[in-house]
């Protein structure tokens, strides 16, 4: 039968079930990333399973998020992490060297690898023909101790590139264009995957940032074959020896095809709050603008930034804009730094932050009030950038430089100059010294590992009560984000602390949320989160699930979730349940008093609930698609204490 290059590797990697899309599978994960911000979560709990040495052919830990060490709790996290990967058998990207998916796809990818990163972006690699999965901490701690990560087979959706862009038109806009066709929700479950004569005309970075921002349509991952072009990428990483080629059967056979004419793509831009909120540039022409960030995992590349070097040279950033630049990777920098085009930048007035998500994560650069924030990144959520009132609009490195040229939004291709066409190096200039290697001697097991005040245990759930009872702490409407259940920025330092970060659940949408939350836990009541359509769109952080549970949530009803964070609830022990009938979404208001009875009873026999609300009087039903083994996960109230039993 011809196959996808999807079914190909999942195939190789299977170690239960069989490729039928909408069953569970288990695969073998070949590679694991983590960073700082949901990596000492993840290694706590990985230290809790009680292995000896990771059992992966490759795992690799990034301090890339957390960086800006005002006050201890950063540094701290940053050693506990180092003494982790040198006693268990991870290398240590140090701090500094660059954000985990750009230097993962420089150093580390391998095409027809499997790849399990905790971060929503490990998508990254699917450029270089990878099977990349972003998943929460608990599962990529599983998978280092060498267990199957799960995964519902997914429906291959084939995005058929044809033509090539034109000058001033980038991958970015595909991504976009990508966005504006499939939005951010109802792809959970599928995978793009990319093929057609067009995918010739794109480079291993122009790949990497399509199948980056893959993510913000919620597929399980984008994938790219690897061919020629990934060659001598990998051969400019001096690791041609990693090279295979990848490519899809002739006949492969497809559950939906999508044309994408690449020569019909404009410069687009997702405007605020969302990256399906896509429009033309042309249209937005002429609005001021306050500041400019180039950089994250989605456009910091080598070619990205000696691009805007060449847009920006011998020319001066206007007077109004605050301007940023943030390479991807230390290797990025160097490279711009021996080629010139750092000089350019700065000459032009850039401020050069470092090699770390910074901005994008919004724990610095923060913009002024009500600002227009042009950001090359790939998620404008509401306050995500540091300030609530900031409007911040997606756009290619192309489109950002042109704004910080002249104040405005501009159509790049108005600028009046030729398109800078950047070649890749041949070799990189190429220096690992930051990545740590761990230690392969006997004497490991008697590295001591560090714990300052900040790290707190992983907290331990109870088993999943007969009934649940209580109230509906929150309701919520559609696309609420993991940035809205509890926000990044500066309140990330709290991570590995879950008591105190706790205190931070919902904050963006109703600052009460917490003292409400407590009353009732403390009464020994239980909380349940009431939600519209795709709740927990965005990034893998485990604490969206993690400290929801801590305050005593038990259940979330929802219209429908995004894939990481259903399996977030289940690895936490809150129950992810699903309206039968929409419209019951309607009748329920905060406050209420619901009671599902008989729910760890009849979860073990995969029977129908009966969801009763006590204060409106009426009861309806609601389903949930849990396997066996993630029931079973439910009812011991999380896959720590499932694990451990
Ligand atoms: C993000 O882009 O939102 C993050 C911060 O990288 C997250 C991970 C996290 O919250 O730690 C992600 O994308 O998964
Ligand atoms: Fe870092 Fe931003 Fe990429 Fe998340 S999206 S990994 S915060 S650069």
Same mark, same amino acid.
Not at 85 to 108: D, M, P, T
Not at 522 to 537: F, L, P, R, W
Not at 606 to 617: A, H, Q
């Given at each position: 039968?011809?196959?996808?290059?999807?079914?190909?590797?999942?195939?190789?990697?299977?170690?239960?079930?069989?490729?039928?899309?909408?069953?569970?599978?288990?695969?073998?994960?070949?590679?694991?990333?983590?960073?700082?911000?949901?990596?000492?979560?993840?290694?706590?709990?990985?230290?809790?399973?009680?292995?000896?040495?990771?059992?992966? /052919?490759?795992?690799?830990?990034?301090?890339?998020?957390?960086?800006?060490?005002?006050?201890?709790?950063?540094?701290?996290?940053?050693?506990?992490?180092?003494?982790?990967?040198?006693?268990?058998?991870?290398? %240590?990207?140090?701090?500094?060297?660059?954000?985990?998916?750009?230097?993962?796809?420089?150093?580390?990818?391998?095409?027809?690898?499997?790849?399990?990163?905790?971060?929503?972006?490990?998508?990254?690699?699917?450029?270089?023909?990878?099977?990349?999965?972003?998943?929460?901490?608990?599962?990529?701690?599983?998978?280092?101790?060498?267990?199957?990560?799960?995964?519902?087979?997914?429906?291959?959706?084939?995005?058929? %590139?044809?033509?090539?862009?034109?000058?001033?038109?980038?991958?970015?806009?595909?991504?976009?264009?990508?966005?504006?066709?499939?939005?951010?929700?109802?792809?959970?479950?599928?995978?793009?995957?990319?093929?057609?004569?067009?995918?010739?005309?794109?480079?291993?970075?122009?790949?990497?940032?399509?199948?980056?921002?893959?993510?913000?349509?919620?597929?399980?991952?984008?994938?790219?074959?690897?061919?020629?072009?990934?060659?001598?990428?990998?051969?400019?990483?001096?690791?041609?020896?990693?090279?295979?080629?990848?490519?899809?059967?002739?006949?492969?056979?497809?559950?939906?095809?999508?044309?994408?004419?690449?020569?019909?793509?404009?410069?687009?831009?997702?405007?605020?709050?969302?990256?399906?909120?896509?429009?033309?540039?042309?249209?937005?022409?002429?609005?001021?603008?306050?500041?400019?960030?180039?950089?994250?995992?989605?456009?910091?590349?080598?070619?990205?930034?000696?691009?805007?070097?060449?847009?920006?040279?011998?020319?001066?950033?206007?007077?109004?804009?605050?301007?940023?630049?943030?390479?991807?990777?230390?290797?990025?920098?160097?490279?711009?730094?021996?080629?010139?085009?750092?000089?350019?930048?700065?000459?032009?007035?850039?401020?050069?932050?470092?090699?770390?998500?910074?901005?994008?994560?919004?724990?610095?650069?923060?913009?002024?009030?009500?600002?227009?924030?042009?950001?090359?990144?790939?998620?404008?959520?509401?306050?995500?950038?540091?300030?609530?009132?900031?409007?911040?609009?997606?756009?290619?490195?192309?489109?950002?430089?042109?704004?910080?040229?002249?104040?405005?939004?501009?159509?790049?291709?108005?600028?009046?100059?030729?398109?800078?066409?950047?070649?890749?190096?041949?070799?990189?200039?190429?220096?690992?010294?930051?990545?740590?290697?761990?230690?392969?001697?006997?004497?490991?097991?008697?590295?001591?590992?560090?714990?300052?005040?900040?790290?707190?245990?992983?907290?331990?759930?109870?088993?999943?009560?007969?009934?649940?009872?209580?109230?509906?702490?929150?309701?919520?409407?559609?696309?609420?984000?993991?940035?809205?259940?509890?926000?990044?920025?500066?309140?990330?330092?709290?991570?590995?602390?879950?008591?105190?970060?706790?205190?931070?659940?919902?904050?963006?949408?109703?600052?009460?949320?917490?003292?409400?939350?407590?009353?009732?836990?403390?009464?020994?009541?239980?909380?349940?989160?009431?939600?519209? /359509?795709?709740?927990?769109?965005?990034?893998?952080?485990?604490?969206?699930?993690?400290?929801?549970?801590?305050?005593?949530?038990?259940?979330?009803?929802?219209?429908?979730?995004?894939?990481?964070?259903?399996?977030?609830?289940?690895?936490?022990?809150?129950?992810?349940?699903?309206?039968?009938?929409?419209?019951?979404?309607?009748?329920?208001?905060?406050?209420?008093?619901?009671?599902?009875?008989?729910?760890?009873?009849?979860?073990?026999?995969?029977?129908?609930?009966?969801?009763?609300?006590?204060?409106?009087?009426?009861?309806?039903?609601?389903?949930?698609?849990?396997?066996?083994?993630?029931?079973?996960?439910?009812?011991?109230?999380?896959?720590?204490?499932?694990?451990?039993?």
């Amino acid at each position: 039968m011809s196959k996808s290059i999807t079914q190909k590797i999942l195939e190789e990697h299977i170690v239960k079930g069989e490729f039928e899309p909408g069953k569970e599978i288990a695969i073998e994960i070949d590679q694991t990333l983590t960073h700082d911000a949901t990596g000492t979560m993840a290694y706590l709990q990985f230290e809790a399973m009680g292995i000896e040495r990771v059992k992966t /052919e490759l795992s690799v830990s990034y301090i890339d998020h957390n960086t800006i060490q005002a006050g201890f709790e950063n540094a701290d996290d940053h050693r506990y992490l180092r003494s982790i990967a040198a006693k268990y058998g991870i290398l %240590l990207s140090r701090v500094g060297n660059g954000i985990c998916h750009q230097v993962h796809l420089e150093r580390f990818g391998k095409p027809g690898k499997t790849l399990l990163g905790s971060d929503s972006h490990t998508p990254t690699c699917g450029g270089i023909g990878m099977i990349a999965i972003g998943a929460g901490g608990l599962d990529v701690a599983v998978a280092m101790g060498g267990g199957p990560f799960y995964l519902v087979s997914p429906k291959v959706i084939k995005l058929n %590139l044809n033509g090539e862009l034109r000058p001033w038109v980038t991958a970015k806009d595909v991504a976009l264009k990508v966005l504006e066709t499939f939005t951010t929700k109802g792809n959970v479950g599928c995978v793009f995957e990319y093929g057609g004569e067009g995918v010739k005309t794109l480079s291993v970075p122009e790949r990497a940032t399509i199948t980056n921002m893959g993510a913000e349509c919620g597929v399980t991952t984008s994938v790219f074959p690897s061919d020629k072009i990934t060659r001598k990428f990998m051969h400019s990483q001096a690791r041609a020896q990693d090279w295979v080629e990848l490519k899809a059967d002739e006949d492969a056979e497809y559950a939906k095809v999508v044309d994408i004419d690449l020569s019909e793509i404009v410069p687009l831009v997702a405007c605020p709050h969302s990256p399906d909120n896509v429009k033309t540039v042309k249209e937005l022409e002429g609005m001021a603008v306050n500041q400019v960030c180039i950089g994250s995992c989605t456009n910091s590349s080598y070619k990205d930034l000696r691009t805007v070097a060449r847009i920006l040279k011998e020319k001066k950033v206007h007077p109004d804009v605050d301007f940023v630049i943030a390479p991807g990777s230390k290797q990025v920098l160097e490279n711009i730094c021996r080629s010139g085009a750092l000089a350019d930048l700065i000459s032009a007035g850039a401020r050069l932050a470092e090699c770390t998500c910074g901005f994008c994560i919004g724990n610095s650069y923060a913009p002024t009030t009500d600002a227009v924030s042009l950001r090359t990144s790939n998620r404008n959520f509401p306050g995500r950038s540091g300030t609530n009132s900031a409007k911040v609009y997606l756009v290619s490195p192309e489109t950002a430089a042109a704004a910080a040229i002249t104040g405005k939004m501009t159509d790049s291709r108005e600028l009046g100059m030729e398109y800078p066409q950047v070649e890749m190096p041949e070799r990189f200039y190429i220096d690992d010294s930051m990545i740590l290697q761990p230690s392969d001697t006997p004497d490991r097991v008697k590295i001591k590992i560090y714990r300052g005040p900040n790290i707190g245990e992983p907290p331990r759930n109870s088993p999943l009560p007969e009934d649940i009872s209580g109230f509906v702490t929150i309701k919520v409407g559609d696309k609420i984000t993991t940035d809205h259940i509890i926000p990044a920025g500066s309140k990330m330092k709290y991570r590995s602390n879950i008591a105190k970060y706790a205190e931070f659940v919902f904050e963006m949408v109703d600052r009460d949320f917490y003292k409400r939350v407590v009353q009732y836990r403390d009464k020994g009541k239980h909380n349940i989160v009431v939600a519209g /359509e795709s709740y927990g769109q965005g990034s893998s952080r485990e604490h969206a699930a993690l400290c929801p549970a801590f305050l005593g949530v038990k259940a979330v009803i929802a219209k429908s979730f995004e894939r990481i964070h259903a399996s977030n609830l289940v690895n936490f022990g809150i129950v992810p349940l699903t309206f039968e009938l929409e419209s019951d979404y309607d009748t329920i208001d905060a406050g209420d008093e619901l009671v599902i009875p008989n729910i760890r009873r009849l979860l073990s026999k995969n029977e129908g609930l009966t969801v009763i609300n006590r204060t409106k009087g009426n009861e309806f039903e609601v389903s949930y698609e849990l396997s066996e083994r993630l029931r079973d996960i439910v009812l011991a109230g999380g896959l720590l204490p499932c694990a451990l039993r």
